[in-house]
């Protein structure tokens, strides 16, 4: 089995307690572990993969939290570190009635994860290295690393996956920035996970089709584009076709996107050479589908990390 590395946010999931409430009149919350990253390797630990997080907590109970929630999972944490001169990122979050989120973030001390924080021996023997771009493209000695990563998985020939994780609030002032930055590592990587929103802004497209080309001239060999509940655009050079994802009763579409890529990430990893998922199109389909259930069962309940489906979830009739 395939390694899987990822460095980026750890942070406290703030729930609002009632649906269809605003931020502003919400008045209780539900503390939940998250961040784009850690859930990814969630849901990729809860199938059965092994997968290697580098992070950043403050040295506070909300980091040790953090720690024992994503411990239950399996990730390895031993590139997490606590920090003692910032406190814990938190994001408060409120949800309509049809499981959509509004979201209030303030960052912490996964703003400075530092390279010196990683373990070298474990990015060796990890294969498969996965970036998000929710906070690891703004600025910031996180963003740094974020560079220095990329360098090394390209320099080292290992596959490299992005999630382009786009949050207008963290970028409404400089959206062609996010824009630049994403693009350039979307021209780095293997594979691209987008939303149908993020491939319109990152393209400048408004056909999913005319996108998927976009990406695809940019440099990257695989672009699977979201789209709720109607599954799943997969694009490549010589090759598009939409995978139907199953009907379920959203409750919170947190996390969903990440439990998407998590499962499909699994599905490379169990394979002999990472690189069949590229050539064998049915074998694509298969795993394209298969993270589009886990992304639909994790919509079922309520916060990130404990809603990816385990291994037995999947093999049910949903």
Same mark, same amino acid.
């Given at each position: 089995?395939?390694?899987?590395?990822?460095?980026?946010?750890?942070?406290?999931?703030?729930?609002?307690?009632?649906?269809?409430?605003?931020?502003?009149? /919400?008045?209780? !919350?539900?503390?939940?572990?998250?961040?784009?990253?850690?859930?990814?390797?969630?849901?990729?630990?809860?199938?059965?993969?092994?997968?290697?997080?580098?992070?950043?907590?403050?040295?506070?109970?909300?980091?040790?939290?953090?720690?024992?929630?994503?411990?239950?999972?399996?990730?390895?944490?031993?590139?997490?570190?606590?920090?003692?001169?910032?406190?814990?990122?938190?994001?408060?979050?409120?949800?309509?009635?049809?499981?959509?989120?509004?979201?209030?973030?303030?960052?912490?001390?996964?703003? $400075?994860?530092?390279?010196?924080?990683?373990?070298?021996?474990?990015?060796?023997? /990890?294969?498969?290295?996965?970036?998000?771009?929710?906070?690891?493209?703004?600025?910031?000695?996180t963003h740094e690393t974020y560079?220095?990563?990329?360098? $090394?998985?390209?320099?080292?020939?290992?596959?490299?996956?992005?999630?382009?994780?786009?949050?207008?609030?963290?970028?409404?002032?400089?959206?062609?920035?996010?824009?630049?930055?994403?693009?350039? $590592?979307?021209?780095?990587?293997?594979l691209i996970k987008l939303s149908?929103?993020?491939? !319109?802004?990152?393209?400048?497209?408004?056909?999913?089709?005319?996108?998927?080309?976009?990406?695809?001239?940019?440099?990257?060999?695989?672009?699977?584009?979201?789209?709720?509940?109607?599954?799943?655009?997969?694009?490549?050079?010589?090759?598009?076709?939409?995978?139907?994802?199953?009907?379920?009763? /959203?409750?919170?579409?947190?996390?969903?996107g990440d439990a998407f890529i998590?499962?499909?990430?699994?599905?490379?990893?169990?394979?002999?050479?990472?690189?069949?998922?590229?050539?064998?199109?049915?074998?694509?389909?298969?795993?394209?589908? $298969?993270?589009?259930?886990?992304?639909?069962?994790?919509?079922?309940?309520?916060?990130?990390?404990?809603?990816?489906?385990?291994?037995?979830?999947?093999?049910?009739?949903?």
């Open positions: 089995m395939k390694k899987v590395f990822a460095a980026g946010e750890l942070l406290i999931d703030f729930m609002g307690a009632r649906p269809d409430v605003s931020m502003k009149d /919400c008045d209780t !919350f539900i503390k939940k572990a998250g961040g784009a990253p850690p859930n990814a390797l969630a849901a990729l630990c809860k199938l059965g993969g092994k997968g290697y997080l580098a992070s950043r907590v403050g040295q506070d109970p909300f980091g040790d939290f953090l720690i024992e929630e994503c411990e239950k999972y399996g990730i390895d944490l031993s590139m997490v570190k606590k920090d003692p001169s910032h406190f814990t990122t938190v994001a408060f979050v409120s949800l309509t009635s049809s499981g959509e989120r509004d979201f209030i973030f303030a960052k912490g001390a996964h703003s $400075y994860i530092a390279y010196e924080d990683i373990n070298e021996d474990i990015l060796r023997d /990890c294969e498969i290295f996965h970036f998000g771009a929710a906070t690891g493209l703004l600025d910031s000695k560079n220095l990563l990329l360098d $090394y998985a390209r320099k080292n020939n290992k596959l490299i996956s992005f999630d382009a994780n786009y949050r207008y609030d963290f970028w409404k002032q400089d959206t062609d920035l996010f824009i630049n930055r994403a693009n350039e $590592y979307i021209s780095k990587s293997h149908e929103e993020e491939a !319109f802004v990152l393209s400048g497209k408004n056909n999913i089709y005319e996108a998927g080309q976009f990406f695809v001239d940019l440099g990257t060999t695989l672009v699977l584009i979201t789209l709720s509940e109607k599954g799943t655009l997969v694009y490549m050079k010589d090759f598009n076709e939409i995978i139907p994802s199953i009907k379920v009763d /959203c409750i919170d579409s947190t996390g969903a998590g499962a499909f990430l699994y599905q490379i990893s169990i394979r002999d050479d990472v690189e069949d998922i590229f050539n064998d199109k049915n074998l694509l389909k298969k795993a394209v589908a $298969y993270a589009n259930k886990a992304g639909a069962i994790c919509c079922k309940s309520l916060g990130a990390m404990e809603s990816m489906p385990t291994a037995k979830e999947m093999d049910l009739d949903i």
